[in-house]
């Protein structure tokens, strides 16, 4: 009986991670911050701080530091030699399917389109979980001349709306997130400004649906290597 309570503990333990969202976040103003969060956590990825090294060591000590770094990367080289000599082996011994292929040139047009099949039905799968959110997106068109200034004005709502469209159709965007994006002319400024912030989440559940999914399209990818 105890063991049946520890089975079904861990699994609505993994039951619910994979229905927790995985947060991807860029911020941009004036300089741009990407970020990953996890429920309340919030990792940092970029930019990174330096780390500054204050440690100060004696002269043998960085002798004997060399001296491991070089024997590390004579190691590191060998492995690499060693790797790439199995690589060239292999080849020998296997022609590829693209390689005989590409000695058809009759076949390339069918390849061609056999690969971009497989990987629009990929990309599809995979877009259609994506959830983007759009926080917020301030955009302040500026420039040297008014009538350039309503030129660029005229292209970026162009160019948002299409942008709007296609996730609309390819993601899980809401459109009710198109409320919290503003494009201002500003005829007294001379630069343009951008202040943005957005979010795309995806849950692991559905990363595992996507790869459960995708299996076929895997192995047809796998039969021309």
Do not use: W
Not at 88 to 107: C, G, Q, R, W, Y
Not at 109 to 131: G, H, N
Not at 152 to 157: A, E, P, R
Not at 204 to 220: A, C, D, K, M, Y
């Amino acid at each position: 009986m105890v063991f049946l309570y520890i089975f079904l503990g861990i699994l609505a333990f993994f039951t619910l991670i994979m229905f927790i969202p995985v947060k991807f976040g860029i911020q941009y103003k004036e300089n741009a911050e990407i970020y990953l969060k996890i429920l309340f956590i919030k990792i940092k990825l970029s930019p990174k701080k330096k780390k500054v090294n204050i440690k100060k060591y004696s002269p043998r000590a960085m002798e004997k530091a060399r001296q491991k770094k070089i024997k590390k990367q004579i190691k590191k080289e060998q492995k690499l030699i060693k790797k790439s000599n199995k690589k060239k082996k292999n080849a020998e011994k296997k022609v590829s399917k693209i390689k005989d292929i590409l000695s058809h040139p009759t076949d390339i047009p069918s390849f061609i389109t056999d690969i971009y099949d497989i990987l629009s039905i990929v990309t599809d799968k995979f877009t259609k979980r994506l959830k983007i959110k759009i926080l917020s997106c301030n955009i302040d068109i500026g420039s040297d001349n008014a009538a350039k200034t309503a030129v660029l004005y005229g292209s970026v709502c162009a160019g948002i709306n299409a942008l709007l469209s296609a996730l609309v159709q390819f993601t899980r965007y809401n459109e009710k997130d198109n409320e919290n994006i503003t494009v201002t002319p500003n005829f007294i400024s001379e630069k343009t400004v951008c202040d943005l912030h957005l979010q795309v989440s995806l849950r692991p559940g559905q990363l595992f649906t996507f790869l459960i999914s995708s299996i076929p399209e895997i192995f047809r990818i796998l039969d021309y290597i």
